[in-house]
T-cell receptor, first 116, second 111 residues
Framework: DAMVIQNPRYQVTQFGKPVTLSCSQT?????MYWYQQKSSQAPKLLFH???????NEADTPDNFQSRRPNTSFCFLDIRSPGLGDAAMYLC???????????????FGPGTRLTVL | GEDVEQSLFLSVREGDSSVINCTYT??????LYWYKQEPGAGLQLLTY?????DMKQDQRLTVLLNKKDKHLSLRIADTQTGDSAIYFC???????????FGTGTRLQVFP
């Protein structure tokens, strides 16, 4: 089945130790998103790629970076995790055919990050 | 900017109908979505409605859209314990790639 896959599902890291979360998709969508979600709050958009164009949200800390080496994969790098970065990280994909609105966003199962 | 509001909690008896409400501020919305999130899981797309529609029905789910009042609702008929989750409404704005999420409504279904 076509889907959005996130690995690992659970990640434990130490304070200040870099960590990378990965997302892959078989939907061939050209837009990929990373969200941070804390304690059943609404997901907060960190950044997204439209093809190779990177779009950072204004309030995303510099500690968070992303890479998209090809259509299928997108990575979230946290350079120096703090205790406040413990959260669920959600990847999503959608299709934007051109001008106008982007199509529906489909979410992966998320990666729960714990910072010790 | 766009603001999307939901009530935080809803508690219903199994077998009753649930109605979850959402209000939004931006009239340039295109699609409006309902997502379901179970504990520890990602967001599952339940249904969506295009902004030029008033109603959409999909099995036990009915979405109503009142564009004049900028009000969206999700009705779940014959609510089951498996429907217990957090429900997020989300609004897509024209010519952006982004969704604006509501605060989420926690639905609790009791026997």
């Amino acid at each position: 089945d076509a889907m959005v896959i996130q690995n690992p599902r659970y990640q434990v890291t130490q304070f200040g130790k870099p960590v990378t979360l990965s997302c892959s998709q078989t939907l061939n969508h050209n837009v990929m998103y990373w969200y941070q979600q804390k304690s059943s709050q609404a997901p907060k958009l960190l950044f997204h790629y439209y093809d190779k164009d990177f779009n950072n949200e204004a309030d995303t800390p510099d500690n968070f970076q992303s890479r998209r080496p090809n259509t299928s994969f997108c990575f979230l790098d946290i350079r120096s995790p703090g205790l406040g970065d413990a959260a669920m990280y959600l990847c999503a994909t959608s299709s934007r055919p051109g001008q106008g609105a982007t199509d529906t966003q489909y979410f992966g199962p998320g990666t729960r990050l714990t910072v010790l | 900017g766009e603001d999307v509001e939901q009530s935080l909690f809803l508690s219903v008896r199994e077998g009753d109908s649930s109605v979850i409400n959402c209000t939004y501020t931006d009239s340039s919305s295109t699609y409006l979505y309902w997502y379901k999130q179970e504990p520890g899981a990602g967001l599952q797309l339940l249904t969506y409605i295009f902004s030029n529609m008033d109603m959409k029905q999909d099995q036990r789910l009915t979405v109503l859209l009142n564009k004049k009042d900028k009000h969206l609702s999700l009705r779940i008929a014959d609510t089951q314990t498996g429907d217990s989750a957090i429900y997020f409404c989300a609004v897509a704005l024209y010519n952006t790639d982004k969704l604006i999420f509501g605060t989420g409504t926690r639905l609790q279904v009791f026997p």
